[in-house]
């Protein structure tokens, strides 16, 4: 899971409630990722963002903020319109991502359930 | 549309033989293809990436990957499996209209189980 760490490692959530995710590295990567993983269905991208201070949607954003004050954070945020937010949330970063050949490093995920 | 396709949902292999997960893209352009493995309850680790060169990469724990234009697949193969590849694996592509954003196209995963 190299630099990357996500808190909480499990997380329970009751209806009508925000709730934050954590996710910190230390690769010194531009780039930060949030991905939702649903049993069959692969990663699908929430946000992301290329650098400080900016960040675009990805193809599920609906319910869902960030933010990126610091190149190390990128905190998600499930807000409570978002439907169906049980899950398990993957964070990654790369090097620059101008171009699209760098990998992506993944953070151990954190799993949400509402209760 | 852009996507990535995993045929199989899982793959069964006995200990010691060969192992192929199959992976097939459709994209305009250029592809950048990606291999990374899920170990049960944890994030995906990077296996190997085809960005351009020669068609057969070789990656990490003895994976390789054969890409192969003509058939649009990016085959990923160890020519003999360990039980502790048991797990899910997922194929990725650089979605083309994003090329400045990293954005990546996932496979939804196959599951490899190699028997002792």
């Known amino acids: 899971d190299g630099g990357i760490t996500q808190s909480p490692k499990y997380l329970f959530r009751k209806e009508g409630q925000n709730v934050t995710l954590s996710c910190e590295q230390n690769?010194?990567?531009?780039?930060m990722y949030w991905y939702r993983q649903d049993p069959g269905q692969g990663l699908r991208l929430i946000y992301y963002?290329?650098?400080?201070?900016?960040?675009q949607k990805g193809d599920i954003a609906e319910g869902y903020s960030v933010s990126r004050e610091k190149k190390e954070s990128f905190p998600l945020t499930v807000t409570s319109a978002q439907k169906n937010p049980t899950a398990f949330y993957l964070c990654?970063?790369?090097?620059?991502?101008?171009?699209?050949?760098?990998?992506?490093?993944f953070g151990p995920g954190t799993r949400l359930t509402v209760l | 549309a852009q996507s990535v396709a995993q045929p199989e949902d899982q793959v069964n292999v006995a200990e010691g033989n060969p192992l192929t997960v199959k992976c097939t893209y459709s994209?305009?352009?250029?592809?950048?293809l990606f291999w990374y493995v899920q170990y049960p309850n944890r994030g995906l680790q990077f296996l190997l990436k085809?960005?351009?060169?020669?068609?057969l990469v070789k990656g990490s724990y003895g994976f390789e990957a054969e890409f192969n234009k003509s058939q649009t697949s990016f085959h990923l193969k160890k020519p003999s499996a360990l039980v502790s590849d048991s797990a899910l694996y997922f194929c990725?592509?650089?979605?083309?209209?994003?090329?400045?954003?990293?954005?990546?196209?996932f496979g939804q995963g196959t599951t490899l189980q190699v028997k002792p």
């Open positions: 963002s290329q650098i400080v201070n900016d960040f």
């Open positions: 690769l010194n990567h531009d780039a």
């Open positions: 990725a592509v650089r979605d083309p209209g994003s090329s400045n954003t990293g954005k990546l196209i």
């Open positions: 994209v305009s352009g250029n592809p950048y």
């Open positions: 990654a970063s790369s090097f620059s991502s101008g171009g699209g050949y760098n990998e992506q490093f």
């Open positions: 085809y960005i351009t060169g020669d068609n």
